[in-house]
């Protein structure tokens, strides 16, 4: 199984960036869907989770600027971010919940980060 994060880059304080993650391979079935991140200097928090029945949490500090969805027919989740402000500048992580046959449990999969840089 692998999840491929892309999208990210350099954003404009007041713009907009958008995140996409795709989940490949061997996949049953995917539970919750969700993006992570990390600045420099500070542990990874979560910014919002979507669950596969369309589900949403949010991070506090980005509602109402962030926005998740996914597309269960692609197995991928979007993270749409507007309104950028410097202080989400970090690594993006995307995550799975995900079953990779009938048998077995849910395990968590990562994407390798994508950065997001907002500077003006």
């Known amino acids: 199984v692998q999840l491929q994060a892309s999208g990210g880059g350099l954003g404009q304080p007041g713009g907009s960036l958008r995140l996409s993650c795709a989940a490949s391979?061997?996949?049953?079935?995917?539970?919750?869907m969700g993006w992570y991140r990390q600045a420099p200097g500070k542990q990874r928090e979560l910014v919002a989770l979507?669950?596969?029945?369309?589900?949403?949490n949010s991070a506090d500090v980005v509602k109402g600027r962030f926005t998740i969805s996914r597309d269960n027919s692609n197995n991928t989740v979007y993270l749409q971010m507007n309104s950028l402000k410097p202080e989400n500048t970090a690594v993006y992580y995307c995550?799975?919940?995900?079953?990779?046959?009938?048998?077995?449990?849910?395990?968590?999969?990562w994407g390798q980060g994508t950065q997001v840089t907002v500077s003006s």
């Open positions: 995550n799975a919940q995900l079953e990779t046959d009938v048998y077995s449990g849910p395990d968590s999969y």
């Open positions: 391979g061997s996949i049953f079935h995917i539970h919750d």
């Open positions: 979507i669950s596969s029945g369309g589900r949403i």
